[in-house]
């Protein structure tokens, strides 16, 4: 059974980036679906961090083009940060694995919420953090459930203490340390 419990830490996302600055993580940090950028822009107006990954592939699986809209405005919304944000657009996975190996102080994943695609982005992300480094990801819910089956599989797997954030009760965010050594 793996060991799932409240942060005593923090208990919202958007503390996340404090987090990361209290623990020396100020090195690159990614998030996986960037949608329109709010999270990012909360995220680096809260971290001093060297750079921050934005990796979302934006593909439109309609005819209305609206992933196009998300795109240009999370690239207006996070051009004030210049060069500390990286745009990746592409598969999450792909561009993860493109990574080196523990390059990554943080990650967090809210792209594509089924099982298996939230699973494939925790294999892909877990071997580029690095030790002492967080694995976060948004959406810990039952309305999400297969990244609740996802997260649990995987903290079973590498025994790993899941950190949850209350964020008044839906909507959860998850976290996780990469032991040292």
Known sequence: MPDIRLSNEIHHRVELPLLLTRKGLLGTAAE????????????????PGKEYLCIDHYQDY???????????????QLARYGDR??????????????????????V???AEHLEWAVAEDILAAWPRIRP???????????????TVFAVRAFAERENVTIHLTSEGGIQWSWYCYKKKG
Do not use: M
């Open 85 to 106: 944000v990286k745009w990746i657009q592409e598969d999450s996975t792909l561009a993860l694995r493109a990574l080196p190996r523990e390059s990554l102080d943080f």
């Open 132 to 146: 002492g480094g967080i694995l976060a990801g948004h959406d810990f819910d039952r309305d999400f459930i297969g």
């Open 62 to 76: 309609s005819s209305l083009g609206l992933r196009e809209i998300d795109r240009k405005v999370a690239h207006v």
């Open 32 to 47: 996986l679906g960037v949608h329109r950028g709010d999270f990012a822009a909360l995220f680096l107006n809260r971290w």
């Open 108 to 110: 967090y994943i809210d």
